[in-house]
């Protein structure tokens, strides 16, 4: 069983729909990183939490310690968030344990 | 502005060459990490170095070296001896302050496959 699991794995969404994406982990954590990969390859870190929530622009991501659960949702969803999200956790040492990613498209 | 460069974006090796691959970041951090990314799997940790002169092993470092000669630079060797080295190598880069828990900065990619 992986370390860090995601679900869904793919997801297809309207122009305007809540999206929401899950990361369940194993472990424990020291913090919890949602990571966006364009088509061309390079990321982008979105956020880095260790408790409760943030915010920025039309994404929110939440994280409850004691489920090791953690969701990424978007609102308004766009065409150019179309990307895939990685959930990526920091347990001992700096190493992340990375999820297998939430490829999301959205249509116009 | 800040950041990190990967170059080439595309590379393509003989059977039996080894190639390098370069890291370059001018954000002044200290860590810096190797990753392997195959299609529909997480990325895997190759090497990471937390300072200039050393470097760890990471969870599939066989076939594969580097070097942290300066603080800027991590470049990674994938060598003969790596049978199966098609695959997207995605180097980030971190501070190391606050109790370790920094973001990691990642640069756009090297796409490696054989010829």
């Known amino acids: 069983k992986n370390e860090v699991e995601q679900s869904p794995q793919n997801l297809t969404a309207q122009e305007g729909e809540f999206i929401t994406i899950n990361c369940s982990y194993s472990?424990?954590?020291?913090?919890l990183h949602w990571l966006q990969q364009h088509p061309g390859g390079g990321i982008v870190s979105l956020f880095m939490?260790?408790?409760g929530k943030k915010k920025h622009g039309r994404l929110i991501a939440t994280i409850n310690i004691q489920e090791k659960h953690s969701s990424l949702h978007i609102t308004a969803s766009h065409p150019r968030d179309s990307a895939v999200y990685i959930c990526?956790?920091?347990?001992?040492?700096?190493?992340?344990?990375f999820g297998g990613g939430t490829r999301v498209l959205v249509k116009p | 502005d800040g950041g990190i460069t990967q170059s080439p974006k595309y590379l393509f090796r003989k059977e039996g060459q080894n190639v390098t691959l370069s890291c370059e970041q001018n954000?002044?951090?200290?860590?810096m990490y190797w990753y392997r990314q195959d299609p529909g799997q997480g990325l895997r940790l190759i090497y990471y170095?937390?300072?200039?002169?050393?470097?760890q092993k990471g969870d599939i470092a066989e076939g594969y070296s580097v070097s942290r000669e300066k603080k800027e630079s991590f470049p990674l060797t994938v060598t003969s001896a790596q049978k199966n080295p098609t695959a997207f190598y995605l180097c980030?880069?971190?501070?190391?302050?606050?109790?370790?828990?920094?973001?990691?900065?990642f640069g756009d990619g090297t796409r490696l496959s054989i010829l």
């Open positions: 170095s937390q300072i200039v002169n050393d470097f």
């Open positions: 954000l002044n951090h200290d860590a």
């Open positions: 980030a880069s971190s501070g190391t302050g606050g109790g370790g828990n920094q973001p990691q900065h």
């Open positions: 990526a956790v920091k347990a001992a040492g700096n190493k992340l344990t």
């Open positions: 939490l260790s408790s």
């Open positions: 472990v424990g954590i020291s913090a």
